[in-house]
C-alpha cells in the first residue's frame, strides 16, 4: 500500500515556477500544482515506506532554492 504525503510550499517571489519545476523531477513526486492562497506550490508524494517521506523532504524539496516554509500532511492509512 502507498503512503502518501502532500507538502505545501510558500516560495520567495518571482521564483514559485523555477521551484514547481525543480520538485517534479524528484523522484517519489506524482503531481505538482502551482496554486493561489497562502501557499504557492501543492506537490504530492507517494512513496512505499513511511521512512521514505523524510529523506525527500529534507535532502530534497527543501534544499531547492527559493523555497521560504513548507508544511507537511501525510495520509493516514486506509
Same mark, same amino acid.
Given at each position: 500500500? &502507498?503512503?502518501? &504525503? ?8 518571482? #521564483?514559485?515556477? #523555477?521551484? &514547481?519545476?525543480?520538485?517534479? $523531477?524528484? %523522484? ?8 493561489? +492562497? %497562502? ?10 515506506? $513511511?521512512?521514505?517521506?523524510? %529523506? ?6 527543501? #534544499?531547492?532554492? +527559493? ?12
Amino acid at each position: 500500500m &502507498a503512503i502518501k &504525503a502532500y507538502v505545501l510550499v510558500v516560495s520567495d517571489p518571482g #521564483k514559485t515556477r #523555477k521551484v &514547481a519545476e525543480e520538485i517534479r $523531477l524528484i %523522484p517519489g513526486i506524482v503531481e505538482t500544482h502551482e496554486v493561489m +492562497g %497562502p501557499y504557492d506550490i501543492v506537490a504530492e508524494i507517494e512513496v512505499e515506506n $513511511l521512512t521514505d517521506i523524510p %529523506p525527500i523532504l529534507g535532502e530534497k524539496i527543501r #534544499k531547492i532554492d +527559493g523555497i521560504q516554509s513548507t508544511t507537511s500532511l501525510v495520509t493516514l492509512p486506509e
